[in-house]
């Protein structure tokens, strides 16, 4: 049985292969016995996106054998998944902004139901377009960005920073 690579190990990997990849991750600030120290955590374990053409890769794959792709919904084996880059991108803003009430769901995990599509127009998420759609249990309206088939965030919005696109 292979052992997997450390997240942290894969990085660095990756940046010396210059790879463009995102690892959603948070620091937290912690307050132990012993002081004060930061803790840096995965967001999405144990996703990290690669932004790079398939041939590049499958070359860096095959360097590395423990690294794993993982199968995307409905598969079974493991595979590359082609995003593009406007869902990619409006994706990275919503997870890095990470507020108390973002939550990422993997795809399959609750019911979203349709919204409207929008556009956010103003503040740290101008540009970024999404749905609109209330979700059972949370109180308030809530943009959602998804990568199709594997997982989607959703954040509170104030309705003053919408424009709707339908």
Known sequence: MRSLIKLESLEQMLIREGLKYFYPKSTKLIRGKDGLYTEVKA???PYVFIYSQYEQIRN?????????FIPTLGRTEHT????????????????????EKTHIYQAGE?????????RICGGVLDGVEGTLVKIKGIRDKRLVVSIPGIMFASTPIEKTFIQILD
């Open 43 to 45: 967001i999405i374990p």
């Open 60 to 68: 860096f794959k095959q360097k590395k054998d423990s690294i794993s």
């Open 80 to 99: 590359t998944m082609k995003v593009s880059n406007r869902e990619m991108e409006d994706f990275i803003r919503v997870v890095s902004q990470m507020q």
């Open 110 to 118: 609750i019911e979203i139901p349709k919204g409207k599509r929008i």
